[in-house]
């Protein structure tokens, strides 16, 4: 034997191409355009799928990804690239410093660290406050003020899909009443 490896087959680069084919849709002309796209976002098919009618559903909303310090707490969001963030003085917002906007739940999807979450609860126990256990950041969280869908930390977002930020102050310290006579903040969380 001896001598170089020789370069791959024309027939074993092919069989691993079909081996790292991301979906079987019959696309004809279109397939490798629909293949590069799975790649390029590196993509399943069915999220390649669910990407793309994201984007369609949600016009004018960009994918933001973020996550904890440490990485082991990683996500994607749904929203505008200009955001409305809340800035509360309650008890323990104003100790975490939490400031967050809030998306439906539909909009948000936790892609690692589950199970590297610990939630901390106190009196109504309705907000969620998760965060990583390792390196102590909370990256989103479930507010008492829309239980059906997420707070999202601003600065835990990653570079480059935030246009602006508008801080609302909100009066944490009389929750009900500023919670009850605010405008739209329960429509924020409505898909
Ligand atoms: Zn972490």
Redesign the pocket.
């Known amino acids: 034997g001896g001598g170089p490896p020789k370069a791959e087959a024309p027939e074993a680069a092919a069989a691993a191409a079909a081996s790292d084919e991301r979906c079987a849709l019959a696309l004809g002309a279109q397939a490798e355009r629909w293949l590069q796209f799975q790649k390029r976002q590196r993509v399943s098919c069915e999220e390649a799928a669910k990407l793309l009618l994201d984007t369609f559903e949600y016009q004018a909303l960009v994918k933001h990804t973020g996550g904890?310090?440490?990485?082991?707490?990683r996500f994607e969001v749904w929203a505008s690239g200009d955001l409305h963030v809340f800035d509360c003085n309650c008890s323990i917002c104003v100790k975490k410093q939490n400031r967050h906007f809030i998306v439906p739940a539909s909009r948000f999807k936790l892609l690692k660290g589950a199970d590297n979450l610990a939630t901390y609860t106190f009196n109504t126990h309705c907000a969620q406050h998760t965060f990583?256990k390792?390196?102590g950041?909370q990256s989103f969280y479930t507010p008492r003020s829309n239980p059906d869908g997420y707070g999202i930390a601003p600065h835990c977002l990653d570079e480059g899909t935030v246009s602006s930020v508008t801080v609302e102050v909100i009066d944490g310290k009389q929750w009900e009443e500023a919670v009850k006579a605010h405008p739209s903040i329960h429509s924020m969380s409505k898909p």
């Open positions: 904890c310090h440490c990485g082991a707490v990583c390792t390196c950041v």
